[in-house]
């Protein structure tokens, strides 16, 4: 018995084809499993965000800051940031711990001079699981900027700077504190 097929020879060999094609995918699939994902360590998966958004500045060992980039190169991008002719010629990373209790927190501090006035700029960064210290691009930028002051401290509470100290109480003389939203601090690849 000889059936006919109402379907055009050409459609049905297209449907073959493409039901070649969907169970050639299936088998791709079978070979990535779903259980390699890094989405199963959480850990793995937080530096990969933070590697992603951002550049890792220094790591944490033994209570000591191992700079990665260095310190040259952090001079540098911080009289770039600035970009109004401040030169920075210091740069620290300071850990601000109010209690024991409480999670440490990281800044990346360059200071310097613009025009025989003191200024400098802070920039918190982000702790990953193995101590890593990274600067995100989203990072708020704390600006000092001393006025009749030589030399300026950033006040802090509850491990966030807040407001700012001159060094000398002479009448007239203080910190202004600017804070603004994002940086430039290394441009991108």
């Known amino acids: 018995m000889i059936f006919r097929s109402s379907i055009p020879t050409g459609v049905a060999a297209a449907m073959l084809g493409l039901a070649g094609l969907l169970s050639a995918c ?12 890094p989405a199963n ?8 965000q933070l590697e992603a958004v951002s550049t890792q500045v220094a790591a944490v060992a033994e209570g000591k800051v191992r700079y990665v980039v260095p310190r040259d190169q952090l001079a540098a991008a911080f009289t ?13 990373i300071r850990k601000v711990q109010e209690t024991p209790k409480d999670k440490a927190v990281y800044y ?22 193995d101590n890593s210290l990274y600067l995100t691009s989203n990072a708020a930028r704390y600006i000092i900027t001393g006025v009749g002051c030589t030399f300026c401290f950033f006040n802090f509470e509850k491990n966030e700077i807040v407001g700012t100290t001159c060094e000398e109480n ?3 003389s203080r ?5 603004e939203d994002n940086n430039a601090f290394f441009p991108r690849r």
């Open 80 to 92: 770039r940031q600035f970009g109004d002719g401040t030169v920075i010629d210091k740069t620290i």
């Open 26 to 37: 299936e088998t791709t699939k079978r070979g990535f499993p779903e259980v390699s994902s």
């Open 170 to 172: 002479t009448g007239g």
């Open 41 to 48: 360590d959480p850990d793995a998966l937080h530096r990969r």
């Open 108 to 129: 990346v501090v360059g200071m310097g001079l613009r025009n025989g006035m003191f200024r400098a700029m802070a920039l918190p960064l982000q702790t990953s699981s």
């Open 175 to 179: 910190c202004d504190l600017r804070v």
